[in-house]
């Protein structure tokens, strides 16, 4: 059964059969582009701070207000 809050549910489902929870599939599946190929997104580096610190708010990291760039790049990278 479809998941209305799942963006790729193709993807979604690949993730969740390559054995990811479900949370970081549903991560995965929900930005913006997933599922392209081509490396189109740029470097979080070239992001500015805000940007950064929406999409960790999109993805649910948590103390994401007390990060810097840096800190708001490795939680992006590493989550």
């Known amino acids: 059964m479809p998941n209305p ?3 790729n549910e193709e993807q979604y489902e690949a993730l969740r059969d390559k054995g990811y929870s479900k949370e970081k599939a549903a991560r995965i ?7 392209k190929k081509g490396g189109k997104a740029s470097p979080y ?3 500015t701070k805000e940007e950064l610190y929406e999409q960790a708010k999109n993805v649910g990291i948590d103390g994401r207000s007390k990060m ?5 790049i490795h939680a992006l990278r590493n989550n």
């Open 5 to 7: 809050s799942i963006k």
């Open 29 to 35: 599946a929900n930005t913006p582009d997933s599922g």
């Open 45 to 47: 580096e070239t992001w």
């Open 68 to 72: 810097n760039k840096k800190e708001l």
